[in-house]
């Protein structure tokens, strides 16, 4: 499968640890999202790379967040002291980028609780 | 402030009921809008991109529009494995390439 793949696919934690998400794309794709997904609600920008180079970061991005992607390949996600607020699904996206509209390809998604 | 708005927010047709799910927008400078099906506990699996207003693209039972102003998912005789949520999604010309999504329709179609 050529697809965006995530890991873990679940993790459950207890307030106040930290967790980290991984996020490997579509080969030859040079853009990687983090989106974050609620309950009832499309999913909400979180940051966005272009090569190893993050570019954007959503105000929902909070200090205790923080994404890199060394060497412009995978991508990791590691949210802080977690808090009950931050339970939700964390998608990954990635694309191959073009002059005007270009598609997004979305993994499966990391599905987090905290306890 | 890109938004998008969707409806209805769920959808009940019996089998072979064919029928037309509404995205309306704002955006400054449309680049792009994006068409996703999401089954429960997945991620989203594209559908369509639309650039331009009078766009229209087909794929099996789906064809989605694309207007100044909104954009419409029509289903053709849908069959009970169309059941899903289907999102929308904006991509500005401001110079981001986030996507803005709506909170999608929730479709239930009944054997």
């Known amino acids: 499968d050529t697809g965006v793949s995530q890991n873990p696919r679940h993790k459950i934690t207890k307030r106040g640890q930290n967790v980290t998400f991984r996020c490997d794309p579509i080969?030859?794709?040079?853009?990687l999202y983090w989106y974050r997904q609620t309950l009832g609600q499309g999913p909400e920008f979180l940051t966005y790379?272009?090569?190893?180079?993050?570019?954007?970061k959503s105000r929902l991005l909070s200090d205790r967040f923080s994404a890199e992607r060394p060497k412009g390949s995978f991508s990791t996600l590691e949210i802080q002291r977690t808090e009950q607020g931050d339970s939700a699904m964390y998608l990954c996206?990635?694309?191959?980028?073009?002059?005007?509209?270009?598609?997004?390809?979305f993994g499966p998604g990391t599905r987090l609780l905290v306890l | 402030e890109d938004q998008v708005t969707q409806s209805p927010e769920a959808l009940r047709l019996q089998e072979g009921e064919s029928s037309s799910l509404n995205c309306s927008y704002t955006?400054?400078?449309?680049?792009?809008l994006f068409w996703y099906r999401q089954d429960p506990g997945k991620g989203p699996e594209f559908l369509f991109t639309l650039y331009s207003a009078g766009e229209e693209k087909e794929k099996e039972r789906l064809k989605a529009t694309l207007t100044k102003k909104e954009s419409f998912l029509h289903i053709t005789a849908p069959k009970p494995e169309d059941s899903a949520t289907y999102l929308c999604a904006v991509q500005s010309g401001a110079g981001s390439y986030q996507l803005t999504f709506g909170k999608g329709t929730k479709l239930s179609v009944i054997p």
């Open positions: 080969s030859e794709h040079n853009r």
């Open positions: 996206a990635s694309s191959l980028g073009a002059t005007g509209g270009e598609t997004q390809y």
């Open positions: 955006v400054s400078g449309l680049r792009g």
């Open positions: 790379f272009q090569n190893e180079a993050q570019l954007e």
